[in-house]
């Protein structure tokens, strides 16, 4: 039995844990959140002891793996004492606010002597998973350029929010961006240079907070992407994203599905979600991802994302942030 503990109780720490309990394996042990009224609601959802400082949780003899769910710009703390207690990590996606961070993490986790896995849930989606094995079968030709297209146009936080703060959350740009940043290492591999502009989550206290940003990557391999992201109030959402070859082009879009387009045809390729549901568990790719990281650290196994596609997805974001804050090209 792989006994959890989970050190932020809010939406991500409460939905990890729905997709966890339905699994005989693990059992949801422990969980610590700075508001205790958050720590009760859990403990009584899920019948986990409460601890009083992450020190404790993490600490505590009997837990197996840390779940890291706790404000982007808390994630740091966590995980110092979780990597000097030599213990498996699930941390949420993005590692970290700031690339001084990023910095004092790199080494940490490039040695790490134990597991350490990063939130970018759309490796676990069936979709992606089809969509990599096409690039990489060549059926696209040479990889030229391609897109993502991030768009939420209902955004409704307020200021006050640390999901509406950039020094907290760091805007579309680390906290929509890393998980299609991600994705798009992972399918063309390193970045050479970014230019962005960028609201940088607009702080004037007589507007509504909105963010939006509009990026340009090359790659060393001399692929170019275009990139747009954003935090609106009032506008169209669609999370989508392209790479063209130039025999073929792909697209995974979240309305659409995976579409071919070749010959001036657009065609859906057909994914087979059920059979790539290996671990037969409700609640889509967020339940898959518990599913593969339960399975993962019981059984010695690598995640999806460690800390080499934390590092570069971290690096892509941080780089865009620098470009659009300093109005530069960034050079990785
Ligand atoms: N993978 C995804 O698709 C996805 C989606 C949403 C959020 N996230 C990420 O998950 C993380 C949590 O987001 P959320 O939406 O659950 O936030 P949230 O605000 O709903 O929950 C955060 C919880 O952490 C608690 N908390 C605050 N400071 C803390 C501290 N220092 N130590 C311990 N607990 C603390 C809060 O009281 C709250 O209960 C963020 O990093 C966010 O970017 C990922």
Not at 245 to 271: C, N, Q, R
Request: aromatic share 8%; with cysteine; charged share 25%.
């Amino acid at each position: 039995m792989l006994n959890i503990g989970v050190i932020g109780a809010g939406r991500m720490g409460l939905n990890h844990s729905r997709n966890l309990r339905q699994l005989d394996t693990i059992k949801l042990a422990g969980v610590y959140d700075i508001l205790p009224e958050k720590a009760t609601a859990y403990a009584n959802g899920f019948g986990a002891k409460i601890y009083q400082s992450p020190e404790e949780l993490i600490n505590a003899k009997d837990i197996g793996l840390i779940i890291i769910t706790s404000p982007t710009y808390c994630h740091i703390e966590a995980l110092r004492i979780a990597l000097d207690a030599h213990k498996p990590i699930f941390c949420e996606k993005p590692l970290c606010r700031t690339q001084e961070e990023l910095d004092e993490l790199i080494p940490l986790i490039t040695n790490y002597d134990n597991f350490f896995a990063l939130g970018f849930v759309r490796r676990y989606s069936p979709n992606f998973a089809k969509m990599k094995e096409v690039v990489d079968s060549g059926e696209l030709g040479k990889l030229l350029c391609g897109e993502i297209r991030c768009l939420h146009g209902r955004y409704v936080r307020m200021h006050g929010d640390w999901f509406a703060d950039y020094d907290k959350c760091g805007g579309v740009m680390l906290d929509m961006l890393a998980h299609h940043v991600d994705l798009q290492n992972h399918l063309i591999g390193e970045a050479e240079s970014i230019y962005a502009q960028s609201f940088m989550l607009n702080q004037n206290e007589d507007e509504l907070p909105f963010d939006y940003v509009s990026a340009t990557a090359r790659f060393k391999n001399g692929f170019i992407s275009n990139i747009q992201c954003s935090w609106l109030r009032n506008a169209p959402s669609d999370t989508e994203m392209t790479i063209c070859g130039d025999k073929a082009s792909i697209t995974f879009s979240d309305s659409k599905g995976l579409l071919l387009t070749k010959g001036g045809k657009t065609e859906k390729i057909p994914v087979d979600e059920a059979a790539l549901n290996i671990h037969k568990i409700q609640g889509g790719m967020y339940a898959e991802e518990m599913a593969y990281i339960v399975d993962a650290v019981i059984n010695g196994k690598k995640p999806l994302a460690g800390a080499k596609e934390a590092i570069d997805a971290m690096t892509f974001c941080f780089g865009i942030m620098a470009s659009a804050e300093t109005g530069k090209l960034v050079k990785f």
